[in-house]
């Protein structure tokens, strides 16, 4: 199982980063150009899968496959 985030709905509102309770965290949030803020998974490895990121996340772009 992985953390991933479909980009194409991601609307960059930072809640699966501010539930995320592991450290370092396994997304960042960042700029992208033309596509505005997106959550970006940068340390996969880490994810305890306790899926606090899925429930809060309000378009269902944050997924644990
Ligand atoms: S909670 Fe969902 S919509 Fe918000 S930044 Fe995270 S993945 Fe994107």
């Known amino acids: 199982m992985r ?6 709905i991601c ?6 980063y501010d539930v995320c309770p592991v450290e370092p965290k396994v997304m960042e949030l960042r700029e992208i150009k ?3 803020m997106k959550s970006i998974i ?3 490895e880490v994810c305890d899968f306790g899926a606090a990121c899925i429930r809060v996340c309000p378009t269902g772009a944050f997924k644990l496959i």
Request: aromatic share 0%; net charge negative.
């Open 3 to 8: 953390p991933v985030v479909d980009e194409s």
């Open 34 to 36: 033309d596509k505005g």
């Open 42 to 44: 940068v340390n996969p």
């Open 11 to 16: 609307i960059g509102c930072g809640a699966c």
